[in-house]
């Protein structure tokens, strides 16, 4: 990314870090978000995405690096002179104020004309849904109604930075799905640059156009979620991603080409491949009648409109994911048949390896 | 099935009743009793007088004089020691070195004895070579003040050592209120661009609205009950500048045993009391926000 770019870019961070006494928070963070886009920030917990987004936010100093929004550098600001707005996790609400009182907050604090004020209100909560709430203190709202406030006080402050943390993770799973459409509506309608922090992969997917995929305080892959879903650029990412997520196999050499460990009659890769992790996305492999590598059932999980079964295969262990209703029993035998090898991981490093020349199908 | 509840409910009641009549119900029925009857004295018993002994009050220029009192000392003493409690509070609840060793300091007065501390401030207070003279001397050259002789000057010193000695205790509810505000509502605040002080006044300040409510009502009942120091530094002298109520009932009823008079004045101070607790838990608790 050369230096013209980080003009048009909304929001550039530029190797910031961030230490707590020892501890490393996050090492050499620098990443790009197109203007309008909403980028994910996904990890499990303990990863840096929120320590992340508060550094982003100005509530925590970056030990070094720079945060550019906008392209105007805001490192050393605070986080009202940053053009950013926030969701909280709990919200944040003000519990003595009204609905009305809390979105109208910041702009009390701004100073802004009363009569604008009062526009922007009727506008936001008309947006929102909230009119008839406005009243009320957020002790009176349902959880559902309250993330609503809160994202209406985000909205009614036009910054052109919208910052997210983990906003859903207090709602029902039904509420949860709504809320996710309307924010991405809602930031698409408004033009807003949103960094949004989750944990759930299902909100990053079907939210972003951009995920940033973190562990251990680093950028595991940056990509687009069909991207990710596609191509994970690591081992961590390959098993992070899709419910359930790729099972990761060590192959082994064996005279017909690289084969599932402990399963050495059945190679399903070239020879090449032994000594890496083969990636299969559980949804790629279906039991078959006829030809197929030999696997016994450990468990099967019903989930409505599929089966999840894991699978002994060798010394390793592999799900399988098909449509419909397949109680069977556990240590019964079946076969499948597995894609051509897509995804090849190096075991030391976890970085994806590109696929040998010749591969032709297998198993 | 039902008889046997009953009595469990009576069992479970009755510690705590029984306590409440024997101390507190009892004794203000007793007084009140008491008030309408005259005091008895060697050979003439108490006999009915209705409202004689009230009658006695409203004519005594000393029950004036200690009402007056008693309402410039709290009215002085309770804004005052709660505003140092705030702003204590605020101050060692905030990112500053060795504030362990402050928040001790504060609190030190309220563990001291009343006693004790009225005998510290007598030193204090003393003409010529006390800290307070000394103090005043140095820094803006005045001579000796007989700070707790002139009636000019007594009741506030008596102020003066109430604060001192209140205002750490209500500091401890502050700052145990303050720790209870979550972080992310300043983090929210600081992110919508409001200023220390907005923050103060539009989040801090209401979100401590029950507690100043508590510490309000205590500090008032206080201003009416605390009179240790008093007794022990002028015994309400000198010329009844500083008499309060409670020391006045003191002196009228235990120096000059005329229970009966003493006894309406008791109901006179716990009608004002009962007022004031109501007054500030029907206005106040009505803009009180509680979480």
């Known amino acids: 990314m050369n230096p013209t770019d980080g003009r048009r870019a909304a929001i550039q961070l530029d190797a910031v870090r961030k230490r707590f006494g020892d501890t490393v928070a996050l090492h050499d963070i620098t990443l790009t978000a197109a203007p309008g886009s909403l980028v994910v920030l996904l990890g499990p917990s303990g990863c840096g995405k929120s320590t992340l987004l508060r550094v982003l936010a100005g509530l925590e100093e970056a030990t070094g690096g720079a945060v550019r929004l906008g392209g105007r550098d805001v490192t050393g600001l605070p986080p009202a002179a940053r053009g950013i707005s926030m969701v909280f996790q709990s919200y944040a609400l003000f519990p003595h104020l009204t609905v009305a009182e809390n979105i109208l907050f910041g702009l009390r604090a701004r100073k802004v004309a009363r009569a604008e004020r009062d526009g922007r209100l009727r506008r936001t909560a008309a947006m929102m849904g909230l009119a008839p709430l406005l009243e009320r203190r957020p002790a009176q709202l349902s959880g559902g109604q309250q993330q609503r406030v809160a994202l209406a006080r985000a909205i009614v402050a036009e910054a052109p930075v919208c910052l997210m943390d983990e906003p859903l993770s207090n709602l029902d799973a039904k509420l949860r799905a709504e809320m996710r459409h309307e924010i991405r509506s809602l930031q698409k309608r408004l033009g807003l640059t949103m960094v949004y922090v989750t944990h759930d992969q299902v909100e990053a997917m079907s939210m972003a156009d951009q995920v940033v995929l973190m562990r251990d305080g680093r950028v595991e892959q940056d990509a687009t979620p069909a991207e990710l879903y596609a191509r994970p650029a690591t081992a961590f990412a390959a098993g992070f991603i899709g419910t359930p997520p790729m099972s990761l196999l060590r192959l082994e050499a064996s005279p017909g080409g690289a084969c599932i460990a402990g ?3 059945h190679p399903v890769a070239p020879a090449e491949a032994a000594g890496v992790l083969l990636g299969l996305r559980p949804e790629d492999v279906v039991p078959t009648d006829g030809h197929g590598l030999p696997a016994v059932v450990n468990s099967a999980e019903f989930l409505g409109a599929e089966t999840v079964l894991r699978c002994a295969v060798g010394s390793e262990v592999l799900q399988v994911r098909i449509p419909g209703h397949h109680m069977l029993a556990t240590g019964s035998s079946i076969r499948l048949r597995l894609p051509p090898p897509a995804h090849l991981f190096d075991p030391a490093t976890g970085r994806r390896l590109p696929l040998p020349a010749s591969a032709p199908a297998f198993a | 099935m039902r008889g046997r509840a009953t009595l469990h409910a009576w069992l479970m009641l009755g510690p705590a009743m029984v306590l409440l009549v024997a101390f507190t119900h009892y004794p203000v029925v007793a007084t009140f009793w008491h008030s309408l009857f005259s005091t008895p004295r060697g050979a003439r018993p108490a006999r009915f007088v209705g409202l004689e002994n009230y009658d006695v009050l409203a004519a005594d220029p000393i029950f004036w ?34 504030k362990a060793a402050l928040r001790v300091a504060y609190f030190t007065p309220t563990v001291l004895p009343m006693i004790a501390v009225a005998n510290l401030w007598l030193f204090f207070y003393t003409p010529d070579y006390g800290l307070v003279d000394r103090l005043t001397q140095l820094l803006l050259g005045w001579g000796a003040t007989n700070w707790l002789g002139s009636r000019e000057t007594a009741l506030g010193a008596m102020m003066v050592v109430a604060v001192w000695k209140e205002a750490g205790f209500f500091m401890i509810f502050y700052l145990a209120a303050l720790q209870a505000i979550p972080p992310v509502l300043y983090e929210a605040a600081a992110v919508e661009g409001a200023s220390r002080w907005e923050v103060f006044r539009r989040v801090t300040l209401p979100l401590l609205g029950p507690t100043t409510l508590f510490i309000a009502v205590n500090a008032l009942i206080n201003g009416f009950r605390l009179v240790d120091h008093i007794i022990v530094m002028t015994r309400g002298g000198p010329d009844n500048a500083t008499a309060l109520l409670l020391t006045y009932i003191y002196e009228v009823g235990f120096r000059f045993w005329d229970t009966s008079q003493a006894s309406a004045l008791t109901m006179v101070l716990l009608l004002l009391l009962m007022l004031i607790a109501l007054a500030q838990f029907t206005f106040l608790g009505r803009r009180t926000h509680y979480r």
């Not at chain 2, 009402?67 to 709290?74: F, P, S, V």
């Not at chain 2, 804004?79 to 140092?84: D, F, G, R, T, Y």
């Open chain 2, 65 to 98: 004089q200690a009402l007056t009192n008693n309402l410039i000392y709290a009215l002085g003493t309770v804004p005052l020691s709660i505003a140092l409690a705030l702003v204590m509070a605020l101050w060692v609840n905030g990112r500053i070195a060795g």
């Open chain 1, 263 to 265: 399963a050495p009659d």
